[in-house]
């Protein structure tokens, strides 16, 4: 599940500054209590694994909310000086939170406000002179280069993609390869008896994997992949270019894709090659792609493709003479195909901040797409036990089949 921070400027500023002048007390609660007449005794800090996961998935090194502050896994070190500035920061936002005295600025009673340790590191190397701790504190902004980085950082490593207006770009399916590429595909399944092949290896080892392996679209060397992929054409082109843009955009609308998979976890089914991700910022990311992926499907162009690829293969005893099961076995195929587009952003990743970054959260989202026929394949009890995210995109998917199947059912 996505975590949220709160993402309020004037709080932030102003828990830096209270920080900046406890980074070398060594009691930094009783200083501040002192400092501002404000009563901690209620406010309960966490450093266990428990705590931990809680910030896993923020693009935070800790958070307040109410009287809990949480330190991400080996954050907190009593003995660090950037420790104790991001503890007086967390202190800082529970007062604001509580409507302490000591404080300008004020934030709802529960929401999520975190800060970064690396900026009180790099604060605490230039071993400046804590401020005065009983000086009041200013109510101008801090324009300061390092507090314009400060709230540039926090932005980025807390926001994901939702956050980001206009970040999804428009479809523009391409052109199939044309009568004669089909044609040619078909010539290539007659010439090698592919179908027959297909069943005999059903009949030999009863496996259907080994039917559908020996359909031969999966391994790209072979005469009926080169064929497939002739035939498929320019379909996909513009979503090989959508996908390094939309990281792109990603970057341009500030998002840190350093954070792109804090908090993500990933689950494999027992029998299902493949697994999935969810949690954390790669959540948003997956249902974007996919939400620019389907128009290329459900496009003439590509309800043309599984009419006809389904009509050629569905003979194969490993489908039963059901179409359905045919078309499932050409999703997976083309997923294969999309899948692939993240290599567009390794080739290029010198036009981005973080590259690498952006290429495996493109890879690791597309893997969880092509495993969506297999997730859409599990029982009720086992996709409604799914996170709220993976189940809706579940759904997404099974409504994205429905209306292809519809499509080409008018088609006919």
């Known amino acids: 599940m996505s975590k949220k921070l709160l993402q309020n400027l004037g709080a932030e500023r102003e828990a830096n500054e209270v920080a900046s002048r406890f980074m070398d007390s060594t009691d930094v609660v009783g200083d501040m209590s002192r400092a501002f007449g404000h009563d901690f005794s209620q406010v309960n800090i966490h450093t266990d694994e428990s705590a931990a996961q809680r910030v896993e998935g923020t693009g935070a090194d800790a958070f307040a909310q109410g009287n809990d502050i949480f330190f991400g896994r080996g954050v907190f070190q009593k003995d660090d000086p950037a420790s104790r500035g991001l503890l007086a920061h ?108 297909s069943n005999r290896s059903l009949a030999l080892t009863g496996k259907k994997s080994d039917a559908l392996v020996n359909l031969k ?114 999703m997976k195929t083309v997923l294969t195909t999309a899948g692939s587009s993240f290599t567009r952003i390794g080739a290029q990743k010198d036009t981005y901040e973080h590259g690498a970054e952006a290429a495996k959260a493109a890879q690791e989202a597309m893997r969880t797409l092509l495993f969506l026929p297999s997730l859409s394949a599990q029982s009720t009890d086992y996709k409604q036990a799914l996170t709220p995210q993976m189940r809706a995109l579940v759904e997404k998917y099974e409504a994205l089949i429905q209306e292809i199947q519809q499509k080409m059912a008018q088609r006919a």
């Open 90 to 197: 967390e202190l800082t936002h529970t007062m604001q939170q509580s409507g302490g005295e000591g404080v300008h600025e004020s934030a709802p009673q529960g929401e999520m406000q975190g800060g970064l340790i690396d900026w009180f590191r790099k604060k605490f190397g230039k071993k400046k002179q804590p401020m005065n701790i009983s000086a009041p504190l200013s109510v101008q902004a801090d324009t300061s280069p390092e507090a314009v980085a400060y709230q540039k950082a926090m932005r980025g490593a807390t926001m994901d993609a939702s956050s980001i207006p206009n970040r999804l770009e428009q479809a523009q399916p391409g052109q199939l390869g044309g009568a004669d590429a089909f044609q040619n595909l078909q010539d290539v399944f007659a010439a090698n008896d592919t179908i027959a092949a």
């Open 217 to 330: 679209f999966r391994t790209s060397e072979t005469q009926e992949a080169k064929a497939n992929k002739a035939y498929q054409g320019d379909l996909l082109s513009g979503f090989f270019s959508n996908v390094p843009q939309y990281f792109h955009n990603l970057e341009n609308g500030g998002m840190d894709l350093r954070y792109a998979m804090n908090g993500t976890q990933k689950e494999m089914i027992a029998g299902s090659p493949g697994a999935f991700n969810y949690g954390g910022k790669i959540d948003q990311i997956q249902d974007d792609l996919f939400t620019m992926l389907a128009p290329y499907l459900t496009s003439d162009q590509g309800i043309e493709y599984f009419q006809n690829m389904t009509n050629l293969i569905q003979g194969a005893d490993v489908f039963g003479g059901d179409q359905s099961a045919a078309l499932d076995y050409m």
